[in-house]
């Protein structure tokens, strides 16, 4: 480190008030690179016969394999002193040894202002990491979900996606993110509605009112908060698909032609030979059907628009390596392999005489737009009235999608909008299926379970935490009633439940108090306070790295683990006994670091549990706008900051308890 550089990382801390730097100027000496600055380290003298007034701090960024040192020095600038080789205990564990004195390290005046002062500064920069790498303040984040057909009722699946979509937008919200834009709504074109709807004896139009409406229900009643919830009927995005057409044909990317092949209605699919097969029906009739969904496909030759896919492959395969596009690996590697081989160009419409619900081709109403076409178009609808509203170009979006239309997402969409000269998707977040039973939902086997069904069992928080707790994004989930009871009932209503229930108790907390927490709080709760204390360090830094991939099942565990443990201070120091004794210090740090993680899991829940979260920040007293990711470090908010000594007169609502309470059901058999 050359001297210039090192003169930076001095920080002086001579002032007692306020170490003599503001926070920002703390940021700019202290966090030169806050990406890459992990841990703290701190190393201090051995000499106990003077204050010390030279402390050295190695930061380890962890990235570049690298030692940095920072100084500070105290009141007793010149009496500088020699300082230990980097130390790997913890920055609050007593000494390993003794010094040669026999006692252990002088921690003087200015020792406990630099241990606050790189305490704070730790907590600092790891709030600053999940603000930083986000790169999320006042960035637009613009997140889908697919758009559902209309064509049967929704199903836990449907909410599922939507779920996954909706705990992003949270998450990216909390992290600054501005605005964000969170799209959903119902497909409604296309032969197979035309068919259900001509089915059920019902104008499409009407038939696609009634079942819209039934997803816009089931999504409110899961607490998805969407900004925009389109339907490809909208009169808006009828324009927005037709000038879209036009555009195409202007950079010759459409083209007269006809198409023979297998069509999928079920999956408004086209197919070639090989992705089809024959079955034998139980009446012993043959089959043909797609190999990817097992549905029936039909013969179709027919005169149609075709669009120059096989031209788009190059690009595709640029957009794909651009960066971590398609997540999880499993179906990047997918899309690459079906990149590996030619593309054959796309039929992108249909005779109107065989589908006439949809959006007749400009110019040539003899013609349908392929719903795909239609569908996908929706995305860019929503921007654009995004645009409209906000002024804001939030393009582009980020889709999260079941893994059965990844194709349509991950080759035909992308083309479109290059052959259209606009940008591909920043990033397509693909996951698994529920199955029940181990079989696909369907309405045959009579296995579809409704979101509403798991509503009234668990409430939409139960649902919510059993989907996000369980769904691994690569892999299929098994959906079992009993097991969502059970899970729930374990985690939130006696894991956290009990926690809050104990901490908010009118035995042990008549006057409703959440005591303010310092970090002399965690100390007094002895080894499992200073544990206690890493946990809730480390924690929001995981969870942000998880959420950010949509992990959230891994997210999850981590929150449990830090209730597990605050329970286990709970009922190891028995504040009951406590209080008993007179231990009114000890008993009151007890109450405070448990407050303190409820408040951190809390705000940490918001993105799963939304409501539950609010009603949980809501009774421990957190002011609203205190519940973004700013504020997960412990101790460090900044109403500590500004007000250190103030309590909090939490209000109890009863009904959170209550609801906290809602998910003992005795199904459990
Ligand atoms: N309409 C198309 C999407 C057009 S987007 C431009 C469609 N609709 S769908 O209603 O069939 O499916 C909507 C979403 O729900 C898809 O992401 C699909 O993967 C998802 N799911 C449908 N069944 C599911 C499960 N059993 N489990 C999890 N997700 C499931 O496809």
Redesign the pocket.
């Known amino acids: 480190m050359t001297t210039a550089e090192e003169e930076n990382w001095k920080v002086d801390c001579s002032d007692e008030e306020n170490y003599g730097l503001t926070y920002s100027e703390m940021l700019q000496q202290w966090v030169p690179d806050p990406e890459t600055t992990c841990n703290l380290f701190e190393s201090y003298s051995e000499d106990n016969t003077k204050d010390c007034s030279l402390f050295t701090f190695n930061w380890i960024c962890p990235g570049r394999k690298e030692v940095k040192q920072a100084e500070i020095s105290g009141d007793n600038a010149g009496e500088e002193q020699k300082t230990e080789e980097k130390s790997d205990f913890d920055f609050w564990d007593e000494p390993k040894e003794a010094n040669k004195n026999g006692a252990g390290p002088r921690r003087g005046k200015n020792f406990q202002n630099v241990q606050r002062l790189c305490r704070k500064n730790a907590l600092l920069s790891s709030s600053i990491k999940h603000l930083s790498s986000s790169k999320a303040a006042d960035e637009p984040y613009f997140i889908t979900?697919?758009?559902?057909?209309v064509n049967a009722d929704p199903?836990?699946?449907?909410v599922?996606?939507a779920v996954i979509a909706d705990a992003t937008a949270r998450f990216h919200h909390l992290c600054g993110s501005s605005p964000v834009i969170l799209s959903t709504g119902t497909?409604e074109h296309g032969l197979k509605i035309q068919q259900a709807a001509a089915k059920a004896n019902q104008t499409p139009i009407n038939f696609c009112n009634n079942i819209s409406q039934l997803f816009r229900q089931a999504i409110d009643d899961s607490e998805i908060k969407y900004s925009d919830f389109i339907r490809t009927t909208d009169s808006d995005h009828r324009t927005v698909v037709e000038n879209f057409w036009r555009t195409l044909v202007e950079t010759g990317y459409i083209y007269e032609g006809k198409y023979e092949g297998w069509y999928c209605i079920a999956d408004e699919m086209f197919l070639a030979e090989d992705q089809t097969k024959i079955i034998k029906l139980p009446n012993g009739q043959d089959q043909r059907v797609s190999i990817e969904s097992n549905r029936p496909v039909e013969w179709f030759s027919e005169e149609n628009y075709m669009f120059k896919l096989s031209k788009c492959r190059n690009d595709l395969n640029k957009w794909l390596e651009s960066g971590p596009v398609v997540e999880p690996v499993k179906y990047y590697n997918l899309l690459k392999s079906w990149l590996d081989q030619e593309q054959p160009d796309l039929s992108v419409s249909r005779p109107s005489s065989r589908l006439d619900w949809g959006i007749p081709v400009p110019g040539d109403p003899s013609q349908t737009i392929y719903v795909?076409m239609d569908?996908?178009l929706?995305?860019l609808t929503v921007a654009q009235r995004t645009k409209a509203s906000t002024n804001k170009s939030v393009w582009s979006p980020v889709h999260v999608?079941?893994?059965?239309?990844l194709k349509?997402?991950g080759i035909y969409w992308p083309a479109f909008l290059i052959a259209a000269g606009l940008q591909p998707p920043k990033a397509l977040r693909v996951?698994?299926?529920?199955?029940v039973d181990n079989d696909?939902?369907s309405k045959t086997l009579g296995n579809v379970v409704s979101p509403h069904t798991c509503i009234d069992l668990v409430t939409a928080t139960g649902l919510r935490y059993f989907l996000l707790h369980e769904g691994v994004p690569d892999r299929d989930g098994n959906f079992s009633f009993v097991r969502m009871v059970r899970i729930v009932n374990a985690e939130l209503a006696d894991g956290m439940g009990n926690l809050v229930n104990r901490c908010c108790g009118k035995s042990l907390n008549p006057l409703k108090i959440r005591p303010s927490v310092t970090l002399d709080s965690f100390h007094a709760c002895g080894p499992l306070g200073i544990e206690l204390l890493g946990m809730l360090e480390r924690t929001p830094d995981t969870v942000h790295d998880y959420y950010k991939i949509m992990e959230f099942y891994k997210g999850i565990d981590q929150l449990m683990s830090l209730i597990r443990a605050t329970n286990n201070l709970f009922q190891s120091l028995e504040p009951w006994k406590l209080k008993k004794e007179g231990q009114i210090d000890k008993f009151t740090a007890t109450m405070a670091v448990s407050l303190e993680t409820v408040r951190i899991v809390g705000i940490l829940l918001q993105p799963i549990i939304p409501s539950f979260s609010q009603r949980l920040l809501d009774k421990l007293g957190v002011p609203v706008d205190e519940r973004s990711w700013q504020y997960v470090s412990p101790v460090l908010g900044p109403s500590y900051k500004s007000s250190p000594n103030k309590n909090y007169m939490a209000t109890v609502i009863t009904s959170s308890i209550r609801s906290l309470k809602v998910f003992r059901k005795d199904i459990i058999k």
Not at 145 to 149: G, V
Not at 155 to 158: P, R, T
Not at 401 to 405: E, M
Not at 431 to 435: F, K, M, N, Q, T
């Open positions: 979900t697919p758009i559902f057909y199903h836990i699946g449907h599922y996606t497909d795909w569908a996908l929706n995305y999608i079941g893994k059965d239309i349509f997402h996951h698994g299926h529920w199955l696909k939902m």
